[in-house]
């Protein structure tokens, strides 16, 4: 499976983005998503988690309220609407896929493949 992210870009502060992760190959349609973002001189976290059927979803705190996960199967596509963006959510963001589609995980040693990044950068 090759995971394609997309959609960064540079933003004001209060604004929004969505990015899209396109998947290649595999049975995408089974796997659980993960959003990851690192942030300069900071450790690589989890943001958002959907699993293979897009009814579960996980958020972390300080996203949550402001970002949507979502997928569309037949498209092979994760999405992640990014609303009331602030400087802090400047980082590159990543995606990621589990072949273990049914269970939410923030581990990052869990996930399988991964995208290779995309910029978000929120101005104030």
């Known amino acids: 499976v090759q995971l394609q992210a997309s959609g960064g870009g540079l933003v004001q502060a209060g604004g929004s983005l969505r990015l899209s992760c396109a998947a290649s190959g595999g049975t995408f349609s089974q796997y659980a998503v993960g959003w990851f973002r690192q942030a300069p001189g900071k450790e690589r976290e989890v943001v958002a988690v959907i699993n293979w059927s897009g009814s579960r979803s996980y958020y972390e705190d300080s996203v949550k309220g402001r970002f949507t996960i979502s997928r569309d199967n037949a498209k092979k596509t994760v999405y992640l609407q990014m609303n009331t963006l602030k400087p802090e959510d400047t980082a590159i963001y990543y995606c990621?896929?589990?072949?273990?589609?049914?269970?939410?995980?923030?581990?990052?040693?869990?996930?399988?493949?991964w995208g290779q990044g995309t910029q978000v950068t929120v101005s104030s």
């Open positions: 990621a896929a589990r072949r273990y589609g049914a269970q939410l995980t923030t581990r990052e040693y869990e996930y399988d493949y």
